[in-house]
């Protein structure tokens, strides 16, 4: 595809059999591969459901919401993305069905349709290529991720989409892949590849022939199934990959590397390396992961919901990916108990806590659970067991402080309690604007806002780990991004920044800082906003051994070879803590 002077190649992933098993992490661990290869890449998830964002799903049902810098609310394969290819995405690269046929229909009624009949086709597969091209623009690849399966009525009008880019660009531009999955039903204990042909038909209906064969599974592909899966498909075996289960997703790139992925996808596209590949730093971090030489015990305080029969922890995944980043680099494990935090409203279950390096309370909405949570700050306080708070865990960290040592009885969020005599967290005007919009759709304040940090903890632990915002054109950037009026504020003149990217509505009260301060609780980073409003972005309890929260969410910019910095901190504290309980 031309793009401005560019030719952009197209890798275009979809999946087979059922939805859930890795498809997002396999176009991470390509696109990392033809980065190794020294490509630039970019990655495009598309969902095919009618919501606009991600923002109002149900987490429970379809697993954390990954915020941008630009404040897209998105599908969680995006953060994949982020981690693995080391680069910052765009909202834009999230599609969604809903966007497609806003964007459509916001056209027409402008009558840029100029009296034509607006259809099905072509209209909506060539507003979804107008997004591919815009996205791809100045970069070598763009890897296309069809979310859900192969089969599902909702994916026909993106599948259209890429069968048209393929005749526009040629087949030598266009590479097919195809996830599929192997189950090894228990009672038989054989690997069926029925459900895979079936998914390669389907896929053929629609006028795509995938050049690969990506066969997720338990266990490595044997040569008999692999037969199977090439007659059946029409490739070359060479062409069907064997992707088994791993320990770590970072495995990945370099199991597919093993077998030479990289090397058949250029050269099917026809190009060749611009560089070889060097792992060897990649597969160090990696190996730290999979055998650290020492692990720390940390308990996860949060929300879990049931599902039926099943309980699912996928809500925090961006955090368990902060941590293993943490262990990539320190070389320490983190071993993660989840504890339902409604449990921890009984006293006598306090108990559970006992033994534990490091106590954890994520981000979160809404009443249920949330004595347990601040019960369990109060006590990680008590007991000097390194503490992190992150967005609702911080915010639940100044309840608990505000209550049990500035003597503010009853003190809460007013998202809890909104008559409380001490709302020590609040709504604060520009939220309350907007939510009086009645609009519930990005009503957060989204996407990275600038902390200026004072001498602190939390100072030195972006200094370690080298997260002071030194470049200012990414900060200008930033300052340009549409619809970001208070995103970066007043930092001018101010050497110490940090960008972190927010999803709360709730802020610490203004009016209660002092109190705080007084009592011993210090909030080392603050944003300042244009209008001179200050937005408390951390706090520490700087005698307690570990003691840090934050306003944002670092876990979104935390990558393999770069942890987020209070991640980093907290594992190294849990280490450091030696007999539990002493400083
Ligand atoms: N519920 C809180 C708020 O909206 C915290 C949100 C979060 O943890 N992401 O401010």
Not at 179 to 199: C, D, F, H, R, W
Not at 317 to 332: K, M, P, R
Not at 453 to 474: F, H, I, M, Q
Not at 520 to 535: A, I, K, S
């Amino acid at each position: 595809m031309r793009c401005e002077g560019y030719y952009v190649k197209l890798i275009v992933v979809s999946g087979g059999v059922m939805s859930g098993v890795g498809k997002g992490t396999s176009v991470a661990a390509i696109g990392r591969i033809l980065q190794e290869y020294g490509f630039s890449v970019t990655a495009i998830k598309i969902d095919p459901y009618i919501n606009y964002d991600a923002g109002t799903l149900r987490p429970t049902e379809h697993g954390e919401v990954w915020v941008t810098d630009d404040g897209g609310e998105i599908d969680q394969d995006l953060g994949n993305y982020e981690r693995f290819l080391d680069i910052d995405i765009p909202k834009r690269n999230n599609i969604t069905t809903g966007q497609v046929y806003k964007e459509v229909i916001d056209r027409e009624r402008r009558g840029e349709f100029l009296g034509q009949t607006v259809q099905f086709i072509p209209h909506i597969p060539d507003e979804i290529k107008r997004r591919i091209r815009e996205a791809g623009k100045n970069f070598d690849f763009v890897l296309i991720e069809i979310g859900g399966t192969i089969g599902d009525y909702e994916n026909i009008p993106f599948l259209f989409a890429m069968k048209s880019l393929e005749v526009e660009l040629g087949k030598e531009n266009v590479v097919h892949i195809l996830v599929t999955y192997l189950p090894v039903p228990s009672n038989i204990g054989e690997m069926k590849t029925k459900p895979t042909q079936q998914a390669i038909r389907m896929l053929n209906e629609m006028g795509i022939f995938p050049d690969f064969v990506l066969c997720r599974a338990a266990k490595p592909l044997d040569t008999v199934r692999k037969k199977k899966i090439e007659i059946y498909a029409n490739i070359d075996s060479e062409h069907i990959i064997s992707a088994p289960d791993v320990k770590t997703i970072y495995r990945v790139p370099l199991n597919f590397e093993a077998g030479q992925l990289g090397r058949k996808i250029l050269a099917k596209v026809n190009l060749k390396p611009r560089k070889s590949p060097g792992w060897e730093k990649y597969e160090a971090l990696v190996s730290r992961i999979e055998t650290p030489s020492r692990t720390v015990k940390v308990a996860m305080v949060g929300k879990y919901v049931d599902s039926g029969d099943y309980s699912l922890v996928d809500s925090y995944i961006s955090l368990n990916q902060a941590l293993e980043h943490a262990t990539a680099v320190l070389d320490i494990g983190v071993s993660i108990d989840w504890i339902d935090a409604k449990l921890l409203e009984t006293k006598a279950n306090l108990s559970r806590l006992e033994g534990y390096d490091g106590i954890i309370v994520p981000g979160g909405f809404g009443a249920s659970g949330v004595e347990g949570k601040i019960a369990a700050i109060q006590y990680a306080r008590e007991h000097n067991v390194p503490f992190l708070g992150l967005c609702y865990g911080m915010q639940l960290a100044v309840v608990e402080y505000a209550r049990n040592v500035c003597g503010m009885d009853g003190a809460h969020t007013t998202e809890v309690n909104a008559e409380t005599r001490f709302p020590v967290i609040d709504i604060l005007t520009l939220q309350r604007e907007i939510l009086s919009k009645h609009v519930i759709g990005a009503s957060m304040r989204l996407g990275a806002y600038s902390a200026i940090l004072g001498a602190s903890r939390v100072l030195d632990l972006y200094k370690r780990t080298g997260r002071l915002e030194k470049d200012s054109t990414r900060i200008e950037r930033i300052r340009g991004m549409p619809d970001q009026l208070f995103r970066l504020g007043t930092i001018d003149r101010v050497a110490a920044v940090v960008l972190e990217r927010h999803r709360h509505r709730y802020e610490v009260n203004p009016d209660f800082v002092g109190t705080l301060v007084k009592n011993g609780m210090t909030f080392p980073g603050f944003h300042v906003r244009d209008d001179g409003t200050r937005l408390m972005e951390f706090i520490e309890l700087p005698d307690h051994r570990f003691f840090v929260g934050t306003q944002a969410h670092p876990e979104f910019k935390s990558r393999l070879s770069d942890p987020a910095p209070l991640y980093y901190g907290f594992v190294e504290a849990c280490a450091r803590s030696g007999i539990r309980g002493f400083k």
